[in-house]
């Protein structure tokens, strides 16, 4: 189709404190490449799809818009379920378009499988859930994605784990 971007979708943890501890990099290392990626992604001119949290996700989603990126579509629950979703309204403010989800699960989800390529900023408990989410709808041949790209200084190991790995490797990019 002309004229239609190239959705991006992010995966990544929210807790910039925590993934600074467990790597051993400042949080001022990840917000800076935060600032990279947003800011590539906007000269890119596609669209960004993240969920509507803290940690690398706003911080991709600020810089995208901060760089004039055209459409940031920012997933949001419509139900708090099955976790509470108040904390993220301040997150959606990045946002060009909202895009209301049936819940938490469905945000988690979409955030996988609608767009074309998925970007791994790094690894945490809910990242591994997205991981999850790839790997079967590859292995089902089931959503959008074609494309999981890790960027190797981001990821613990600079990989992902290969539970998830040896499964998707076809569709694997490290960067």
């Known amino acids: ?27 001022e290392f990840f917000l800076e490449k935060a600032q990279i990626i947003g800011k590539i992604l906007a000269e890119t001119n596609c669209e960004l799809w993240i969920n509507s949290d803290k940690g690398m996700l706003v911080a991709i989603g600020r810089a995208y818009k901060r760089f004039n990126g055209k459409k940031c579509v920012v997933l949001y629950p419509d139900k708090g379920e099955p976790w509470p979703k108040e904390h993220a309204i301040p997150y959606i403010k990045c946002a060009h378009e909202i895009r209301k989800e049936q819940n938490w ?13 998925c970007i791994c900023v790094g690894l945490s408990a809910g ?25 190797k200084e981001l990821l613990r190991g600079g990989r992902f784990p290969p539970e998830i790995e040896i499964d998707i490797n076809e569709i694997i990019e490290y960067i």
Request: with cysteine.
């Open 105 to 117: 699960f469905w945000s988690n989800y979409n955030v996988t499988a609608v767009p074309d390529i």
């Open 127 to 151: 990242v591994l859930s997205e991981l999850a989410y790839i790997k079967l709808n590859y292995q089902l041949k089931c959503g959008n994605m074609k494309k999981l790209v890790g960027i």
């Open 1 to 27: 189709m002309v004229g239609t971007m190239i959705k991006v979708g992010i995966i990544g943890p929210t807790n910039i404190l925590k993934l600074s501890e467990l790597t051993g990099k400042s949080k």
